[in-house]
């Protein structure tokens, strides 16, 4: 599955499926969005976004089988 982390408004980050306009779940905070996404069972990819709506990271999770999931990280130069 994969999920958005968008900037919401002032200091408020959302947490959505990508194509959906409802969020999952509203956070006062970009980290407690990140965690609470991080947590989340069956996730492949994590889109974030920065403040002006472009993706400033993706980050793929791959699963290898029996040997737990690892992760490969796409960075952006810029943080959200």
Do not use: C
Request: glycine residues 4%; aromatic residues 8%; hydrophobic residues 35%.
């Amino acid at each position: 599955m994969e999920i958005q982390i968008i900037h919401r408004s002032k200091s408020k980050w959302a947490v959505r499926k990508p194509g959906l306009k409802r969020a999952t779940k509203i956070f006062k905070s970009f980290k407690e969005a990140e965690t609470f996404v991080r947590n989340m069972p069956d996730i492949s990819k994590i889109y974030i976004h920065r403040r002006d709506g472009t993706v400033a990271r993706t980050i793929t999770f791959l699963v290898e089988v029996g040997r737990g999931k690892t992760t490969t990280i796409d960075f952006h130069p810029e943080e959200p």
